[in-house]
């Protein structure tokens, strides 16, 4: 590699690392504001996205743990907390006592877990969780593809039904085998039909075209089952959150996505995707600036560490920002380019949960961005 490059690589990577550690502290000081309203769907989501830049961090897992407790998803709970225990977790009077975990400490699987932590930590092991509550994907998330032009389609609303879900739920999971995030949208329809990652248009003949994968579900004995188009079947616990609005199956939670208002969406949103695995990490950030005079600026950043016995290598690169209009319609987020160029993405805002005029997610570009500078 040219020695410029290769300096040029590390020093966005180091920008990118100091932004992350900045970033975190700000995310956190969302998250107990998120616990203190009592909106553990959105603080789930901030958490997921904490573990993406940390992934070896336990208070991180054991946050999530208290945010699945919360919203009723007891065995997501308890895998979260198994993690955090393995990375570290010393403070067992912590489990015993936070109010949080109260759902889960009749469990003989909380009990074994609990055991395995030290009945005193020592002094330097003190958690740096939020309190009181601290409120996450398969293979890693990949990037929406742009859907093409075509009429927007509204979908049915959502809701939880005696037969299962209806309409339109964003779904979060985390893979703990490779550390990705995957946020991805699910889609149901009245007569029992599936739609993994659907496009931008909800008629029968799109969703079926534009989604990853489709299938139709069943619903028996606490139990969902997705019969795939190739013949594959998924069976898991169908577990109601407390609001009975959201899910958690087969290990991952969804969220209904309500009817998008992009009048009052405007400001800076980042997010992004990460992946890790035995031999290195790498990251991808995305920063969108929509204002109200329809004018928008995108900016890009991406970074990778590699390390075996003998050698660590990292690169990374920072994109020159983009210009151009935006356009919120339906469910689909539109970017006209400076050079003529369109984007168009599956896209939604969520309100804030300190304030409900104030806009405090959006999903693009396939994950969620959390509103900054507010």
Not at 222 to 229: D, E, G, L, Q, Y
Request: charged share 20%.
């Amino acid at each position: 590699m040219n020695a410029s490059l290769r300096i040029l690589g590390l020093l966005a990577a180091l920008l990118l690392v100091v932004s992350s550690r900045s970033l975190c502290g700000q995310d956190e000081s969302q998250l107990a504001a998120l616990a203190q309203a009592g909106d553990f769907t959105r603080a789930r989501i901030l958490i997921a996205q904490l573990i993406e830049r940390e992934p070896r961090e336990p208070r991180h897992r054991y946050n999530l743990a208290c945010a699945e407790a919360r919203l009723g998803f007891r065995e997501l709970a308890l895998d979260a907390l198994e993690t955090s225990v393995r990375l570290g977790l010393k403070d067992r009077e912590l489990l015993l006592s936070d109010e949080d975990l109260t759902t889960l400490r009749a469990l003989p699987r909380f009990q074994a877990i609990a055991a395995r932590v030290p009945a005193t930590p020592p002094p330097a092991a003190a958690p740096a969780a939020p309190a009181p509550t601290k409120a996450p994907a398969r293979p890693a998330a990949r990037p929406a593809a742009p859907v093409a032009a075509q009429a927007v389609v509204a979908p049915i609303p959502p809701r939880i039904t005696p037969a299962g879900p209806e309409g339109l739920f964003f779904m979060t999971w985390f893979w703990m085998a490779t550390g990705s995030l995957e946020q991805i949208l699910w889609y149901f329809t009245t007569d029992g039909r599936v739609f993994d990652s659907p496009g931008g248009a909800f008629t029968p003949e799109q969703l079926e075209r534009d989604s990853r994968r489709h299938g139709r579900r069943s619903l028996a004995n606490k139990k969902m089952a997705v019969k795939w188009s190739d013949g594959k079947v998924t069976e898991s616990n169908f577990e109601v959150d407390s609001s009975g609005t959201g899910f958690g199956w087969d290990g991952g939670g969804f969220s209904a996505v309500a009817k998008p208002d992009w009048s009052r969406v405007s400001g800076f949103f980042e997010g992004g995707a990460s992946y890790s695995h035995s031999s290195g990490r790498g990251s991808s950030i995305s920063g969108l600036t929509l204002r109200p005079d329809g004018t928008f600026t995108l900016s890009r950043s991406s970074s990778f560490r590699s390390e075996n016995s003998t050698s660590v290598a990292t690169a990374g690169s920072v994109d020159a920002p983009l210009e151009g209009k935006w356009k919120g319609e339906g469910y689909e987020l539109t970017l006209t380019f400076a050079d003529g160029r369109i984007e168009r993405h599956v896209s939604f805002p969520t309100p804030d949960a300190r304030d409900a005029s104030k806009v405090g997610m959006l999903f693009f570009n396939g994950s969620m961005h959390l509103a900054k500078n507010r």
